[in-house]
């Protein structure tokens, strides 16, 4: 499937967007572009906002914004208007790491999501070499998440009985670290630090209360 008419568009919107919602918004058209949104990409895109410094409200904001130009004015309009703002080349390079990790965040690539992510890379004019690269890290980086979140099921045996497992944010690259959102049997709502350390067999953790914008 080819998607020129969106990455060769020339169509106006009528809102602009920030570097950060460009990226955002670029991370939301691959998740939706096979037609199945998975929790996993959802945490994702919305993990890059948050690490940017917005708050829950924003990230709200952020994605309500991006929505609406896709259904009022469609994903061509919505590209042009993200391709305008990217112009720095670590912007571009962040849109595309974003894009290609939603894109093998479920463990498989489909056809429209390969097609979507080649023909991107072509749009924002990355290098083959860049692209490889970036998918290798990328492919790494779920390689050791897969690692550390099947350490969930040992760690939730150890808290409270009823605890239940609400999803996890992705904090850094190189050595992982993740954040779980865990939910107490008293509705309070926790995150568990969980980071790796040089030693492959070895990782660290830590238990403290949600910040307020997480609730």
Known sequence: MSYEHIFNSKVKCSEELT??????????????????????????????????????????????????????????????AAKQVLQDEQQIESAFDLAVKVAIADDKVTEEEDSFVKGLAQALKISQEKVDKIFADATKYYHNSGRLIEKIEEILSKLPIGSKYEGYI??????????????????????????????????EMELEAAPPWMF
């Not at 050595?175 to 939910?183: A, F, P, V």
């Open 19 to 80: 570097p950060n919602e460009a990226i955002f918004a670029i991370g939301l058209m691959v998740m939706a572009v096979d037609g199945d949104i998975d929790m996993n990409e959802v945490e994702i895109i919305e993990g890059f906002l948050l690490r940017k410094g917005f708050n829950a409200k924003e990230v709200d904001a952020a994605r309500e914004k991006v929505l609406r130009i896709i259904r009022q004015e469609k994903n061509e309009a919505l590209f042009c």
């Open 170 to 203: 992705d904090t850094t690259t190189g050595l992982r670290s993740l954040n779980i959102k865990i939910r107490t049997p008293k509705d309070e709502l926790v995150i568990l630090n969980i980071d790796e350390t040089g030693d492959e067999n070895q990782i």
